[in-house]
């Protein structure tokens, strides 16, 4: 996988996002070392809804809402 540092990913972000979705991805090193990574966007990764996710823990005990918060604030966000 391609490597490039921040400095790099700063001056071309849009070159960069393009090649990694060319190229099946990139790393992004800050002083030698990786931080983060760039993969090209698939439908799986999308994963499930918050709200259909299963609960973890202690969150099963808490008391359940009515409604699914996540797509209010999904629609709130698209307003700005």
């Given at each position: 996988m391609m490597e490039i540092t921040i400095r790099d990913l700063h001056m071309k972000t849009g070159d960069w996002v393009r090649k990694a979705a060319r190229s099946?991805?990139?790393?992004?090193?800050?002083?030698?070392?990786?931080?983060?990574?760039i993969l090209p966007f698939t439908e799986g990764a999308q994963g499930k809804n918050f709200g259909?996710?299963?609960?973890?823990?202690?969150?099963?005990?808490?008391?359940?809402?009515?409604?699914?918060?996540?797509?209010?604030?999904s629609e709130d966000r698209e307003r700005a």
């Amino acid at each position: 996988m391609m490597e490039i540092t921040i400095r790099d990913l700063h001056m071309k972000t849009g070159d960069w996002v393009r090649k990694a979705a060319r190229s099946g991805g990139l790393v992004v090193l800050d002083r030698r070392l990786p931080v983060a990574m760039i993969l090209p966007f698939t439908e799986g990764a999308q994963g499930k809804n918050f709200g259909e996710r299963p609960l973890v823990g202690g969150f099963a005990a808490l008391p359940r809402i009515g409604h699914d918060s996540t797509r209010y604030l999904s629609e709130d966000r698209e307003r700005a």
